[in-house]
């Protein structure tokens, strides 16, 4: 997601991005080894060579290490880098989106949690062993307790310290480290991109535009403003702005460096009088100019860390007086501002982004109706063509979906690489078809489709599976089973300040003894990355320190999956809302409100489990949803019917 675009006719399920409304034409990304939610393809990629240089690389005198740290992210600490930084899979092989490398002279470790297990397992060759975190009985450590547990005493490790984290890695890393006597080293130049040499793409400088205010409900200086107020509560001089989406946010601008990810590169420094916008020279337009006026002074993106420690002695930061910095900033920024200079905290921006104005949630809402009738149209399209005979590979239905999804007002593009999958492709968590070899559709099979869309009122995320035959009662049983745990998800009601709601999606699957190995939900931008933080529902660490507000956007998506036989997953996206209960015992509770408008299949559930309560949720759940898609789709008769046949009461 951070590499040079390459315009042209790729296939039309591929990363399709529009522009602005001035703009006709669509913008199609190159796609190679690609780190995108749902990564093309699980083919195996021989690493030998590029191992065998990278080693060598590490023994030079200059370097002098014995270990190498190539974590998944870019210096912004994006969850779904350009092509130019997917640096662990080059190096690796595998193009998942979470996961950390580790090179040794000798050996070469992949971490990585259990989305990935499988994808894993089929794309590294026999130069890798796969670290299986989270699975207790192979007690598998994360990649930070392997550097400072499973080396041997006085190991020099190598380290990119733009991709380091100053806190979450670097700082507990060095503590760990110290009584083994063993360092981290920060590299003048990575290896990987030795290694990569002249086939590694460059970084993008594509269009920048701005928001209009009546999708984004808040003027960009108006956020500046809110800041500044968290500044002065810090006593701070200045907060450093390192993520690309909380820039893209903070400034009421969005761009196209990143496939499905409507942000550019940027950096910003804001101090209680001025606001500081680091980008490349080439997408400063006039247009940016004039958008940002007066307020925001534009710098070129390659002075950011020059301009920091000149920042730091003429804004006079000291301890007293810092600089703040959200907790994913680099080491290499820290450095650059003086540890002493600086404060690492929960990140504002992050925070002020989680919750959505009335604005942001009304275009949730409306965007997620007009997603659900290209839904709705994709199915029935889908089912007409599988009765009538026809073969569809995984990746021309993903196809169709596109088109479909093309025609909606205020589209601008997926919000991820659309996650086809029949029979055993549905267990791959995060699977995408390759166009060139993938699974052909079966009407016995289950099948998963998990997408979506970005437009300029929101984005939207929206799983549903589906069965074309007749199902199995197993897989009745576990459809019914992970609906029911969609169903406690978003009926619930909770105290102000709860973050562990993650039980309650899984206490039916329980019951027979199954699970799922990814979180219950993440955050959802608005027409920002489909992933957002600091929010979730799930077990990691940083959803559980971060409680859930209103206003807040999350995804509910419980699954079940068999390995190499079927995959079942249900998502929609909540918002979170205050609950009016009959008492109040506390601060006040809050409950969820669902977006998503889509029919769920009820030839898969299994009724026998299914209780009276639940019944009338689904019920309910269809005449909504046929109330507020089926007029969307007078001018599609097939799409109508179908919509009628699946929200009809059970």
């Not at 210096?75 to 998942?96: C, K, L, T, V, W």
């Not at 991709?163 to 480290?177: F, M, N, P, T």
């Not at 437009?455 to 992970?482: I, N």
């Amino acid at each position: 997601m951070w590499s040079q675009c390459s315009f042209g006719a790729l296939r039309a399920h591929r990363h399709r991005f529009l522009l602005t409304p001035a703009f006709a034409q669509t913008i199609r990304f190159s796609s190679g080894i690609t780190t995108t939610m749902g990564a093309i393809g699980t083919r195996t990629v021989d690493t030998t060579e590029r191992l065998a240089k990278l080693r060598e690389l590490l023994k030079k005198p200059e370097n002098n290490v014995k270990v190498f740290v190539v974590p998944s992210e870019d210096q912004h600490f994006s969850e779904y880098p350009a092509h130019s930084d997917e640096r662990r899979a080059f190096i690796s092989g595998f193009n998942g989106s979470a996961g950390c490398a580790i090179i040794t002279l000798r050996d070469a470790f992949l971490f990585t949690d259990g989305r990935y297990f499988l994808q894993a397992s089929q794309q590294l060759d026999s130069n890798w062993k796969l670290m299986k975190q989270g699975l207790p009985e192979e007690d598998v450590p994360t990649w930070q307790e392997f550097l400072s547990k499973h080396l041997e005493q006085g190991t020099r490790i190598g380290i990119d310290p733009t991709l380091i984290s100053a806190v979450v890695d670097a700082e507990s890393l060095k503590k760990s480290l110290e009584p083994r006597g063993s360092e981290l080293v920060s590299l003048q130049k990575n290896p990987v991109d030795i290694v990569w040499g002249k086939d590694r793409p460059p970084c993008p400088h594509n269009s920048v535009f701005p928001l209009d205010v009546k999708y984004a409900g808040e003027t960009f200086q108006d956020k500046l403003q809110r800041l500044r107020e968290e500044m002065t509560k810090k006593k701070a001089v200045a907060s450093v702005v390192t993520l690309l989406d909380e820039v893209a946010w903070l400034f009421n601008l969005r761009g196209t460096d990143i496939d499905f990810n409507p942000v550019f590169f940027a950096y910003a420094v804001v101090t209680p009088t001025k606001a500081i916008l680091f980008m490349n020279d080439a997408q400063v337009q006039h247009s940016i100019k004039t958008f940002l006026g007066s307020d925001v002074e534009i710098r070129p993106y390659e002075s950011f860390i020059p301009s920091l420690r000149q920042l730091a002695a003429t804004l006079g930061a000291n301890k007293d007086k810092p600089m703040l910095l959200g907790d994913k900033t680099s080491l290499a920024v820290v450095e650059a501002i003086g540890q002493e200079n600086a404060v690492l905290i929960p990140s504002p921006v992050a925070a002020m982004k989680a919750i959505k104005n009335e604005t942001e949630i009304e275009g949730f809402r409306k965007c997620h109706i007009r997603d659900g009738a290209a839904l709705t149209r994709y199915f029935a399209w889908l089912e007409e063509q599988l009765n009538g005979g026809a073969e569809l590979n995984e990746s021309q239905a993903a196809a169709k979906l596109e088109e479909f999804r093309s025609e909606l007002d205020l589209f601008r593009g997926l919000s991820f690489t659309t996650i086809s999958s029949t029979g055993p492709n549905a267990a791959v968590i995060h699977y995408s078809p390759d166009p060139d070899d993938c699974a052909v559709i079966k009407k016995d099979q289950i099948y998963l489709c998990d997408s979506g869309g970005q437009y300029l009122d929101g984005t939207t995320d929206v799983t549903r599976t589906l069965h074309f035959g007749t199902p199995t009662d197993e897989e009745k049983r576990a459809f019914t089973r992970v609906l029911q745990g969609h169903i406690s998800i978003d009926t619930a009601i909770f105290p102000t300040g709860t973050s562990g709601a993650d039980s309650f999606a899984r206490r039916a699957l329980w019951q027979e003894g199954w699970d799922y190995r990814h979180g219950t939900g993440h955050g959802v931008g608005h027409f920002l990355n489909v992933h957002e933080g600091p929010h979730g529902i799930g077990t990691r660490i940083a959803y559980n320190s971060t409680s859930l507000k209103a206003g807040m956007t999350v995804s509910n998506e419980p699954g079940y999956y068999a390995d190499g036989r079927y995959g079942i997953r249900t998502e929609s996206v909540v918002i979170v809302r205050e609950a009016e209960t009959p008492n109040n015992f506390g601060n006040g509770y809050l409950c969820f409100e669902h977006v998503t408008m889509c029919p769920i299949q009820t030839k898969l559930i299994d009724f026998s489990v299914l209780t009276a309560q639940e019944k009338e949720w689904l019920n309910s759940y269809h005449a909504e949803t046929l109330e507020k898609v089926g007029p969307l789709l007078r001018n599609d008769l097939r799409a109508l019917q179908w919509l009628e046949r699946e929200c009809s009461p059970v």
